[in-house]
């Protein structure tokens, strides 16, 4: 799975360190789209990198981390040739969501691709953080996660629905799409993979 990427230059936030220290990640998406799991997910792919395919990648065993609802907000370091610091938020928190945005460097925003009937609040979400004007300067990896799962809409038709060409042209950010699932692993080597290339 390929990260398909709409702008090419790398860009760094021109806030100072905040108190999670630099190469701060926010993970953002509404309630249930498994943001959770994505990062527990992403977690288990680092120490099988070396030896082989982890959980999801072609080998190895395959069950699923267990992933409870975070009330507020999770710390997650994945430490891939230097840490990143996750910060994931509760899709309750979106009202506050703009508290944490001063020491943002990249961002990972979660839609269920499941789920078209909360298409809507998702593109309003996505809306609200590219024009924030603390967030200009991060790089966006649009994550359409749940792949494996039935759905009587393609995600193209997805993408098609909520204009997100138009969304991408118009934004000030680089911003880059992917189609995963946490649950089996599907594309997350490729998320990790640009998660290294914005933290170098």
Same mark, same amino acid.
């Given at each position: 799975? #390929?990260? #398909?990427? #709409?702008?090419?230059?790398?860009?760094?936030?021109?806030? !100072?360190?905040?108190?999670?220290?630099? !190469?701060?990640?926010?993970?953002?998406?509404?309630?249930?789209?498994?943001?959770?799991?994505?990062?527990? #997910?992403?977690?288990?792919?680092?120490?099988?990198?070396?030896?082989?395919?982890?959980p999801?990648? !072609?080998?190895?065993?395959?069950?699923?981390?267990?992933?409870?609802?975070?009330? !507020?907000?999770?710390?997650?370091?994945?430490?891939?040739?230097?840490?990143?610091?996750?910060?994931?938020?509760?899709?309750?928190?979106?009202?506050?969501?703009?508290?944490?945005?001063g020491?943002?460097?990249?961002?990972?925003?979660?839609?269920?691709?499941?789920?078209?009937?909360?298409?809507?609040?998702?593109?309003?979400?996505?809306?609200?953080?590219?024009?924030?004007?603390?967030?200009?300067?991060?790089?966006?990896?649009?994550?359409?996660?749940? %792949?494996?799962?039935?759905?009587?809409?393609?995600?193209?038709?997805?993408?098609?629905? %909520?204009?997100?060409?138009?969304?991408?042209?118009?934004?000030?950010?680089?911003?880059?799409?992917?189609?995963?699932?946490?649950?089996?692993?599907?594309?997350?080597?490729?998320v990790?993979?640009?998660?290294?290339?914005?933290?170098?």
């Amino acid at each position: 799975m #390929r990260v #398909r990427r #709409r702008r090419a230059s790398r860009c760094r936030s021109s806030e !100072g360190p905040g108190p999670g220290g630099p !190469g701060m990640c926010l993970l953002l998406g509404a309630a249930g789209v498994g943001k959770t799991l994505l990062v527990k #997910r992403l977690q288990n792919i680092l120490p099988h990198r070396e030896g082989g395919p982890g959980p999801g990648q !072609g080998g190895g065993r395959t069950g699923v981390p267990r992933a409870g609802k975070p009330v !507020g907000t999770n710390l997650t370091d994945i430490v891939a040739h230097r840490k990143i610091t996750i910060r994931e938020l509760g899709g309750c928190m979106s009202p506050i969501w703009s508290s944490y945005y001063g020491n943002c460097h990249s961002l990972l925003f979660v839609m269920d691709a499941s789920n078209p009937t909360q298409l809507s609040a998702s593109c309003v979400q996505l809306l609200g953080l590219l024009s924030a004007e603390e967030l200009a300067k991060a790089s966006v990896l649009i994550l359409f996660n749940k %792949i494996d799962l039935p759905c009587y809409m393609t995600v193209e038709e997805m993408k098609s629905i %909520i204009r997100l060409p138009d969304i991408i042209a118009c934004a000030k950010q680089n911003i880059a799409t992917a189609e995963i699932s946490a649950r089996d692993g599907t594309g997350l080597a490729a998320v990790l993979l640009w998660l290294q290339e914005q933290h170098r």
